[in-house]
């Protein structure tokens, strides 16, 4: 019998625990929790990965198994950090949406939308271009090992039982938002600049020919310019965010 208590103790109750905030984080995080993912599998990673992580997070646990009021209130707490970190991950992913966005506002594509499975939503199509880009370099450069990484770190920065600082919460969140349009615009910066010209140069030759739709005719010239910057500067651009990927899970796990 004593053998039995202890197991719960030490084994169900902790794995009960882990599985709360490993399984939230996991099904928000980007790529493994995205829809086109399936859900069995997604579960199965989740308990795949909690059964692994069990043994580690049975040192931060409290002693005892606690009443159940308490216990209900520990995985409520489990369940909002988990999404605390699977939400901060996928704000950075929210860059390439926006550089996708601003993109297509520039190509004059802003209207033709596609089916963006990032985000189980209607969104642009360069913006799904370089969301499903992005998504396979996580993979490919193993970012998603520092993922799961933190995930187990931050048993440091959020303790069991102990109630996470809203306000610093609600504070990373918006700094990340912050930078993660700033990239967003900086990634798409090419083309604001290039589509600036262009118009300014469309604005002139349309007072020069009042007669003549310049606008009407230079909308396959700007579409067209548009790709061939993007295969220019898509390289660099997805660099640059996987590099601002990276540092933002850094800084984010390091400041736990």
């Keep these: 019998m004593d053998a039995l208590t202890t197991f719960v103790e030490t084994g169900v109750f902790a794995f009960m625990l882990a599985f709360t905030r ?27 990965l909690t059964f692994i992580l069990t043994p580690l997070v ?9 009443p159940t009021f308490k ?4 995985i409520f707490s489990e369940f909002v950090i988990g999404a605390f970190i699977g939400i901060f991950s996928r704000i950075l992913m929210m860059a390439l949406d926006t ?3 601003m993109i297509s506002m520039q190509a004059g594509l802003a209207n033709a939308q596609l089916f963006n499975p990032a985000f189980a939503s209607q969104g642009s199509i360069f913006g799904a271009f370089l969301l499903i880009s992005g998504m396979m370099l996580i993979f490919v450069t193993d970012l998603h090992h520092l993922f799961l990484l933190g995930i187990m770190n931050s048993y440091e920065g959020f303790p069991i039982g102990e109630i996470p600082d809203k306000g610093g919460m609600a504070q990373l969140i918006s700094r990340a938002v912050a930078v993660s349009f700033a990239t967003g615009i900086s990634i798409s910066a090419p083309f604001i600049v290039v589509t600036t010209v262009l118009y300014i140069g469309m604005g002139v030759l349309a007072r020069l020919m009042p007669q003549i739709q310049v606008f009407m ?11 061939l910057i993007m295969l220019l500067t898509v390289s660099t651009g997805l660099m640059f965010w996987l590099s601002f990927y990276e540092e933002g899970l850094h800084f984010f796990f390091a400041g736990q």
């Design 217 to 227: 005719l230079a909308i396959p010239a700007q579409i067209m310019i548009a790709f």
């Design 58 to 66: 049975i040192g931060y646990l409290p002693e005892g198994v606690p």
């Design 22 to 48: 490993v399984g939230t984080a996991l099904f928000l995080m980007p790529g493994i929790g995205d829809t086109y993912t399936p859900l069995r599998v997604r579960l199965y990673m989740a308990l795949g």
């Design 99 to 101: 550089a996708g966005m």
């Design 71 to 74: 216990m209900l209130g520990l």
